[in-house]
């Protein structure tokens, strides 16, 4: 195998590792690029290069920006006193889609998991009960994912936040086992509308 065709088959490797592709759909993928290399790859090569040097994590929430505090915890009017809490900066960036919510955000990184041992200490909820005492917060916003691991989780989070803070849910609109990330904008607004006491 020459050194050009092994470049390939790293690339396909490199790509089927990203979640939703697989190994043909990868191969298709960089057979796409490599056929629209000046108006596709070659920016695509660039724009990772440039992400990879610049993105970081924000210091306050745990959303990807490329500053050390991201633009939503820096911006004023957004201290509401509301705090959405939700798994991964996926979520995060699933509800600002929805430009429902006016407040501010906190990346968990992840659920509870007796499986994987994930506990508390290995998520950012230490950090949260810092950032309520800190921030002023009067409402926490529990946007977990409606799976096992999401709802223990939340259920984890209320009981360690009761009588400190009102802590409400996500209410119609997020099917039992559906991820927030692959809901439309409006059932994502309507939802956080419609919350309730958790």
């Not at 057979?31 to 629209?36: C, Q, S, T």
């Not at 990184?109 to 005492?133: F, M, W």
């Not at 691991?149 to 009981?159: F, K, L, N, R, S």
């Not at 119609?172 to 809901?183: A, H, K, N, R, S």
Request: proline share 4%; net charge negative.
């Amino acid at each position: 195998m020459s050194d050009a065709t092994r470049d390939i088959e790293t690339l396909i490797e490199m790509m089927a590792k990203l979640p939703g592709l697989g190994p043909r759909s990868a191969r298709r993928a960089v057979l796409h690029l490599i056929k629209k290399r000046a108006p596709l790859m070659t920016p695509l090569a660039d724009a990772m290069h440039r992400v990879s040097a610049s993105a970081r994590e924000c210091l306050n929430c745990g959303n990807i920006g490329t500053t050390d505090i991201c633009d939503i915890c820096a911006a004023e009017k957004r201290a509401t006193g509301e705090l959405c809490i939700v798994e991964d900066v996926a979520d995060l960036w699933a509800m600002e889609r929805g430009q429902a919510f006016k407040g501010r955000y906190h990346v968990l990184g992840g659920t509870l998991s007796a499986l994987d041992a994930i506990g508390p200490e290995e998520l950012r909820i230490p950090k949260l009960r810092d950032r309520i005492e800190a921030e002023g917060i009067t409402e926490v916003i529990l946007a977990l994912n409606a799976t096992i691991d999401g709802q223990t989780t939340a259920h984890y989070i209320a009981e360690q936040l009761e009588g400190r803070v009102a802590v409400t849910s996500l209410a119609q609109g997020v099917p039992i086992g559906g991820e927030l990330d692959y809901l439309d904008d409006g059932t994502i607004s309507a939802a956080l509308k419609a919350r309730k006491s958790f």
